[in-house]
Protein backbone atom coordinates (compact mmCIF):
# COMPACT_ATOMS: atom_id res chain seq x y z
CA UNK A 1 0.00 0.00 0.00
CA UNK A 2 1.93 3.13 -1.08
CA UNK A 3 0.09 6.41 0.68
CA UNK A 4 0.81 9.82 -0.25
CA UNK A 5 1.07 12.22 2.53
CA UNK A 6 3.57 14.90 1.23
CA UNK A 7 0.53 16.71 0.05
CA UNK A 8 -0.27 20.21 1.49
CA UNK A 9 -3.39 19.42 2.82
CA UNK A 10 -1.70 16.99 5.20
CA UNK A 11 1.00 18.74 6.56
CA UNK A 12 -1.19 21.04 9.17
CA UNK A 13 -2.26 17.07 10.83
CA UNK A 14 1.25 15.73 11.37
CA UNK A 15 1.14 17.03 14.83
CA UNK A 16 -2.44 16.67 15.56
CA UNK A 17 -3.75 13.48 17.50
CA UNK A 18 -4.44 10.09 16.18
CA UNK A 19 -8.02 10.83 16.84
CA UNK A 20 -8.28 14.03 15.41
CA UNK A 21 -6.72 12.52 11.80
CA UNK A 22 -9.51 9.73 12.07
CA UNK A 23 -12.58 12.04 12.66
CA UNK A 24 -11.13 14.34 9.24
CA UNK A 25 -10.55 10.48 7.53
CA UNK A 26 -14.13 9.62 8.39
CA UNK A 27 -16.28 13.14 8.04
CA UNK A 28 -14.00 14.61 5.53
CA UNK A 29 -13.38 12.03 3.23
CA UNK A 30 -9.77 12.86 3.73
CA UNK A 31 -8.25 9.86 3.34
CA UNK A 32 -4.62 10.62 2.21
CA UNK A 33 -4.34 11.60 6.21
CA UNK A 34 -4.16 7.93 6.70
CA UNK A 35 -0.42 8.11 5.68
CA UNK A 36 0.38 9.89 8.57
CA UNK A 37 -0.94 7.07 10.88
CA UNK A 38 0.87 4.71 8.52
CA UNK A 39 4.02 6.56 9.58
CA UNK A 40 3.19 6.63 13.11
CA UNK A 41 2.69 2.92 13.64
CA UNK A 42 3.43 0.96 10.39
CA UNK A 43 7.39 -0.03 12.09
CA UNK A 44 5.10 -1.28 15.51
CA UNK A 45 3.62 -3.31 13.34
CA UNK A 46 6.11 -4.77 11.29
CA UNK A 47 7.93 -5.00 15.02
CA UNK A 48 4.57 -7.04 16.25
CA UNK A 49 4.58 -9.08 12.87
CA UNK A 50 8.35 -10.08 12.85
CA UNK A 51 8.10 -11.25 16.69
CA UNK A 52 5.52 -13.87 15.46
CA UNK A 53 6.71 -15.12 12.02
CA UNK A 54 10.78 -14.55 12.59
CA UNK A 55 10.91 -13.65 8.77
CA UNK A 56 10.87 -10.45 7.54
CA UNK A 57 9.63 -10.79 4.11
CA UNK A 58 6.80 -12.38 5.37
CA UNK A 59 6.17 -9.86 8.61
CA UNK A 60 6.39 -6.77 5.53
CA UNK A 61 3.57 -8.48 3.90
CA UNK A 62 1.30 -9.20 7.41
CA UNK A 63 2.36 -5.60 8.51
CA UNK A 64 0.79 -4.35 5.23
CA UNK A 65 -2.08 -6.91 5.40
CA UNK A 66 -2.56 -4.96 8.90
CA UNK A 67 -2.68 -1.42 7.76
CA UNK A 68 -4.71 -2.10 5.11
CA UNK A 69 -7.27 -3.81 6.87
CA UNK A 70 -7.38 -1.08 9.56
CA UNK A 71 -7.80 1.34 7.07
CA UNK A 72 -10.58 -0.38 5.31
CA UNK A 73 -12.22 -0.73 9.05
CA UNK A 74 -11.32 2.57 10.08
CA UNK A 75 -15.26 3.33 10.76
CA UNK A 76 -15.31 0.35 13.12
CA UNK A 77 -12.88 2.75 15.70
CA UNK A 78 -15.14 3.92 18.56
CA UNK A 79 -12.80 5.75 20.47
CA UNK A 80 -13.48 3.63 23.40
CA UNK A 81 -9.87 3.29 24.01
CA UNK A 82 -6.72 4.56 22.12
CA UNK A 83 -5.75 4.19 18.46
CA UNK A 84 -3.10 2.47 19.27
CA UNK A 85 -4.64 0.02 21.45
CA UNK A 86 -7.55 -0.87 18.82
CA UNK A 87 -4.66 -1.11 16.11
CA UNK A 88 -2.37 -3.40 18.28
CA UNK A 89 -5.03 -5.56 18.93
CA UNK A 90 -6.31 -6.30 15.31
CA UNK A 91 -2.07 -7.12 14.80
CA UNK A 92 -2.25 -9.51 17.63
CA UNK A 93 -5.37 -11.05 16.07
CA UNK A 94 -4.17 -11.10 12.57
CA UNK A 95 -1.10 -13.03 13.79
CA UNK A 96 -2.59 -15.43 15.62
CA UNK A 97 -5.21 -15.86 12.47
CA UNK A 98 -1.60 -16.28 10.35
CA UNK A 99 0.14 -18.70 13.18
CA UNK A 100 -2.68 -21.10 14.16
CA UNK A 101 -3.18 -21.13 9.78
CA UNK A 102 0.88 -21.82 9.15
CA UNK A 103 1.78 -23.30 12.29
CA UNK A 104 2.45 -27.19 13.20
CA UNK A 105 1.31 -26.28 17.16
CA UNK A 106 -2.71 -26.54 17.54
CA UNK A 107 -4.83 -24.59 19.52
CA UNK A 108 -5.29 -24.83 23.03
CA UNK A 109 -8.23 -24.41 25.51
CA UNK A 110 -8.07 -21.01 27.19
CA UNK A 111 -10.81 -21.75 29.51
CA UNK A 112 -9.10 -22.96 32.68
CA UNK A 113 -6.10 -22.57 34.88
CA UNK A 114 -5.36 -20.80 38.38
CA UNK A 115 -5.92 -17.26 38.52
CA UNK A 116 -2.66 -15.24 40.35
CA UNK A 117 -2.30 -11.47 40.77
CA UNK A 118 -0.55 -8.89 38.23
CA UNK A 119 2.35 -8.93 40.62
CA UNK A 120 3.01 -12.43 41.67
CA UNK A 121 5.99 -13.97 42.09
CA UNK A 122 5.26 -16.16 39.23
CA UNK A 123 6.25 -12.39 36.87
CA UNK A 124 9.19 -12.36 38.64
CA UNK A 125 10.27 -16.44 37.93
CA UNK A 126 9.29 -16.17 34.01
CA UNK A 127 11.29 -12.80 33.59
CA UNK A 128 13.92 -14.64 35.40
CA UNK A 129 14.30 -17.41 32.57
CA UNK A 130 17.38 -17.06 30.35
CA UNK A 131 16.36 -14.93 27.40
CA UNK A 132 17.25 -17.71 24.79
CA UNK A 133 15.90 -20.27 27.05
CA UNK A 134 12.26 -18.15 26.79
CA UNK A 135 12.70 -17.60 23.08
CA UNK A 136 12.59 -20.95 22.21
CA UNK A 137 9.58 -21.60 24.67
CA UNK A 138 7.68 -19.33 22.93
CA UNK A 139 7.73 -20.45 19.69
CA UNK A 140 6.68 -23.85 21.30
CA UNK A 141 2.89 -22.62 22.56
CA UNK A 142 -0.10 -22.11 21.11
CA UNK A 143 -0.76 -18.64 19.36
CA UNK A 144 -3.03 -17.56 22.25
CA UNK A 145 -0.15 -18.14 24.96
CA UNK A 146 2.54 -16.26 22.69
CA UNK A 147 0.19 -13.10 22.21
CA UNK A 148 -0.71 -12.72 25.17
CA UNK A 149 2.66 -13.24 27.29
CA UNK A 150 3.99 -10.16 24.48
CA UNK A 151 1.53 -7.71 24.77
CA UNK A 152 2.23 -8.31 28.71
CA UNK A 153 6.42 -8.45 28.34
CA UNK A 154 7.22 -6.47 25.14
CA UNK A 155 4.16 -3.68 25.00
CA UNK A 156 4.28 -3.85 28.80
CA UNK A 157 0.61 -3.62 28.62
CA UNK A 158 -1.37 -3.58 31.75
CA UNK A 159 -3.98 -5.64 32.75
CA UNK A 160 -6.41 -2.91 32.09
CA UNK A 161 -4.45 -2.30 28.42
CA UNK A 162 -5.18 -6.46 27.95
CA UNK A 163 -8.83 -6.20 28.88
CA UNK A 164 -9.63 -3.15 26.39
CA UNK A 165 -7.48 -4.91 23.51
CA UNK A 166 -8.84 -9.06 23.86
CA UNK A 167 -12.11 -7.62 25.20
CA UNK A 168 -12.65 -9.83 28.23
CA UNK A 169 -12.97 -9.66 31.64
CA UNK A 170 -9.53 -9.00 34.55
CA UNK A 171 -10.57 -12.68 35.99
CA UNK A 172 -9.83 -13.55 32.22
CA UNK A 173 -6.90 -11.83 31.80
CA UNK A 174 -5.13 -12.74 34.84
CA UNK A 175 -5.92 -16.45 34.26
CA UNK A 176 -4.71 -16.72 30.66
CA UNK A 177 -1.68 -15.02 31.55
CA UNK A 178 -1.15 -17.49 34.59
CA UNK A 179 -1.73 -20.63 32.01
CA UNK A 180 0.38 -18.86 29.86
CA UNK A 181 3.59 -18.36 31.30
CA UNK A 182 3.23 -21.38 33.41
CA UNK A 183 3.42 -23.67 29.74
CA UNK A 184 6.18 -21.34 29.07
CA UNK A 185 8.19 -22.17 32.53
CA UNK A 186 6.98 -26.24 31.93
CA UNK A 187 8.44 -25.73 28.27
CA UNK A 188 11.74 -24.59 30.01
CA UNK A 189 11.90 -26.90 32.66
CA UNK A 190 11.43 -30.07 30.33
CA UNK A 191 14.59 -28.63 28.10
CA UNK A 192 16.44 -28.36 31.03
CA UNK A 193 15.99 -31.64 32.07
CA UNK A 194 16.60 -33.38 28.81
CA UNK A 195 19.43 -31.45 28.21
CA UNK A 196 21.04 -32.61 31.78
CA UNK A 197 20.29 -36.13 30.84
Known amino acids: MVLNVDTPLSTDFRKQSDEEIIRAILEEGR ?10 YSDKVFRKCISFVRDKDMAQDMAQDVLLKVFTQLNKFKGKSRFSTWLYAI ?20 DEGPELSEDSEDDKDLLDLRVEKLKGALEKVSAEDKM ?9 ASIRELMEQLEISES ?6 ARARSRVKQIVVDAEKKSAR
Open 172 to 177: AVKMRL
Open 148 to 156: ILLMKYQDD
Open 91 to 110: TYNFCVEYYRRNSRYGTVDI
Open 31 to 40: TELFGILYDR
